[in-house]
């Protein structure tokens, strides 16, 4: 589905001495369709950046995009307006992506509203129909979202984001912010979503048991670049770089997810 080639995000800064960041410094990456794909590393390592600019929120330096046979990169105006709905970003923090004015209800039916694809009458069964996918209670609806807990704003922005029926998701440490009760109750239910509905999902953690139990493949990036990327099993119990050997040295202790 996603072939990036040499994809680079520079950052140029300073007057009189140019100084050059490189964010993200050529990277190819390939995620199938329907895959859970996990990219990890240590902070300050390109995770966020990469996301960013496979999705054009930021605009790549150079390199190819290419989703679903299409070139990401040269689309433009109209047609990437129209493309936008299909391929969707969920935030470390929920807040952020809710309107502190706007209930719960009016947030999450926001982006079917502004693209005009729900007809007034349809409004209610559609809402309770994606809350009800991320099992989020109709008695929170007409709550702010500073009444409502980290993990209730989680499920809500997962609601707003399914109902432009996205084909690529990119969970970017969807779950660091929340307890570690709630962190799993959002994995169990991402993982639950990307299998009903067949999305393919990018899955950014620092936390390398996080991606253990999300992912079907790793990519480890480093400085930029990715160093390493193959199944979980094989990066997790044979790394080959001596980053990965390092990520994988300072995970300590198991942590389980109740299946």
Request: aromatic fraction near 6%; charged fraction near 25%; glycine fraction near 6%.
């Amino acid at each position: 589905m996603i072939e990036i080639k040499n994809l680079k995000k520079h950052y140029v800064s300073g007057v009189l001495k140019k100084t050059v960041t490189k964010a993200v410094d050529g990277v190819d990456l390939s995620v199938p369709k329907g895959m859970i794909y996990g990219l990890t590393g240590e902070s300050g390592c390109g995770k966020t950046t990469l996301a960013m600019s496979i999705l054009r929120l930021v605009e790549p330096t150079s390199g190819s995009i290419i989703i679903n046979g299409r070139e990401f990169t040269r689309l433009n105006g109209l047609k990437l307006r129209r493309l936008r709905p299909k391929y969707q970003i969920i935030w470390q923090n929920p807040e952020s992506s809710l309107n502190p004015r706007m209930r719960l209800a009016d947030a999450i039916m926001e982006p079917l509203r502004y693209f005009k694809k729900c007809a007034k009458n349809e409004e209610k069964d559609v809402l309770e129909k994606y809350c009800k996918m991320v099992e989020l209670s109709p008695d929170l609806l007409n709550r702010y979202p500073h009444e409502i807990s980290g993990g209730e704003s989680q499920r809500a922005v997962i609601a707003r984001i399914l109902t432009m029926e996205p084909e690529l998701l990119i969970a970017d440490e969807p779950t660091s912010s929340l307890d570690i009760l709630v962190q799993a109750q959002i994995l169990k239910l991402l993982k639950k979503i990307q299998r009903e509905l067949g999305i393919t999902l990018i899955f950014i953690s620092h936390d390398l048991q996080v991606i253990r139990y999300m992912c079907h493949q790793v990519a480890v990036m480093f400085k930029g670049k990715i160093i390493e990327k193959g199944t979980c099993e094989k990066i997790f119990t044979n790394p080959r770089e001596k980053h990965s050997m390092e990520l994988v040295e300072n995970t300590l202790g198991e942590w389980r997810i109740a299946t």
